[in-house]
Nanobody
């Protein structure tokens, strides 16, 4: 019912910047929250940043002051501006959305994931 499409990953030198985008589409009634998670090789997936429909944001300590999450409600899109990137930020970044969608005669809420986008930071 809902699809998430990510873009913006790539290779960057340490100290550089990247901007990730994630667009949600489908039979969306409401997006309750969106966020970014990442998974480095050999490590568990971890939360990077989240934003609620009310605009409240949350960040993992390691990215505080360097990354900024923002949303465009009209486009059902969330962005992650990543500045001062470090080699330890290298990971596959996944978009997540908690979405209320239409189905049949009602609405349902579910959790969706994007396909992931690679971010590589060279030293």
């Amino acid at each position: 019912q809902v699809q998430l499409v990510e873009s913006g990953g790539g290779l960057v030198q340490a100290g550089g910047s990247l901007r990730l985008s994630c667009a949600a589409s489908g039979r969306i009634f409401r997006i309750n929250a969106m966020g970014w998670y990442r998974q480095a090789p050999g490590k568990q997936r971890e939360l990077v940043a989240t934003i609620t429909s009310g605009g409240d944001t949350n960040y993992v300590d390691s990215v505080m002051g360097r990354f900024t999450i923002s949303g465009d409600d009209g486009k059902n899109t969330v962005y992650l501006q990543m500045n001062s990137l470090k080699p330890e930020d290298t990971a596959v970044y996944y978009c997540n959305a908690v979405v209320t969608y239409y189905r049949g005669g009602g609405t349902y809420t579910d959790d969706y994931w994007g396909q992931g986008t690679q971010v590589t930071v060279s030293s």
